[in-house]
């Protein structure tokens, strides 16, 4: 239950603040002797956090499914939809989700076997964290844009979602790369963090159904899984609300030494101890 807990804090923690939650989960269930990680205790960890950001974004995403189902109702009428894509932002974001998340898809199960090759491996892991920090120290000099959803094009959406594609690797950040995608590409800070985080969520879900299919001989018992996913839903909630006031003050960039320090602590741990 200890673990349970201690992991449901790092997983609440990590998957939003731009520091890669892959990696420090990484490298806490080492340091806590867990050789191999129960399957299913990992998907109710993203379960948790998933939930965190339905909650935070209810009213979007409420917006976004009555968008998408109008979508489907009206999906003959050609003129009409692309009248509605320049007119009704929230129907725009939808499209752009759905445009988004089909290179992550691609890029996700293609390479899945390569990324998770990495995770036994605290090089791998510490290098990546390094990236992620230089991409991070890269958002010092953007300032805040006037760019909104309803100018977002589609060649945004595919940028940003083949970015959050390879962020699949542990320690490279999805939160974070994603949301300095979308600020180099010139959009507004608070619509970059919505966007960032409003994608995360199919592509979230398409994760854990494609883990859901390991998991058929859990080795933990209900108590701690439930446990890990109620910390991590709470913590990520709180730490999501957190993080948007960081990143609507223009400080993304503040994370960019910690993952230089840590990565940097990865690559070196790992070189010494071999």
Not at 29 to 47: A, S
Not at 57 to 66: D, F, G, N, P
Not at 187 to 205: E, G, K
């Amino acid at each position: 239950m200890f673990k349970a807990v201690i992991l449901g804090i790092i997983q609440g923690i990590t998957e939003f603040l731009p520091v890669g939650s892959s990696a420090h989960l990484v490298i806490f269930q080492q340091f806590l002797g867990i050789v191999e990680p129960d399957v299913l205790f990992d998907v109710c960890l993203h379960l948790g956090t998933l939930v965190a950001v339905l909650t935070f974004y209810r009213r979007q995403v409420a917006e976004l499914c009555t968008e998408f189902w109008w979508m489907l109702r009206n999906v003959r009428q050609r003129k009409e939809l692309e009248a509605a894509f320049n007119t009704r932002p929230a129907l725009r974001a939808a499209i752009l989700i759905i445009i988004g998340t089909i290179p992550t898809g691609i890029i996700g199960v293609t390479l899945m076997h390569q990324f998770e090759a990495l995770f036994p491996s605290l090089l791998g892991v510490g290098l990546a964290l390094i990236i992620t920090g230089l991409i991070l120290l890269g958002t010092y000099w953007m300032p805040n844009s006037t760019r909104r959803m309803y100018r977002m094009g589609m060649l945004d959406a595919v940028i940003i979602g083949m970015v959050q594609g390879f962020a699949v690797a542990p320690g490279i950040s999805r939160s974070g790369s994603t949301i300095a995608a979308a600020l180099y590409l010139g959009l507004n800070r608070r619509v970059a963090a919505a966007f960032s985080f409003l994608l995360s969520i199919p592509s979230i879900l398409g994760a854990l159904i494609l883990k859901l299919h390991e998991s058929h001989h859990p080795t933990l018992a209900l108590e701690p899984i439930l446990t890990g996913t109620l910390v991590a839903a709470l913590v990520g909630y709180l730490t999501l609300k957190l993080l948007v006031k960081i990143i609507d003050q223009g400080r993304l960039w503040l994370f960019a030494p910690y993952c230089l320090l840590v990565g940097s602590g990865a690559v070196v741990y790992e070189l010494i101890s071999k």
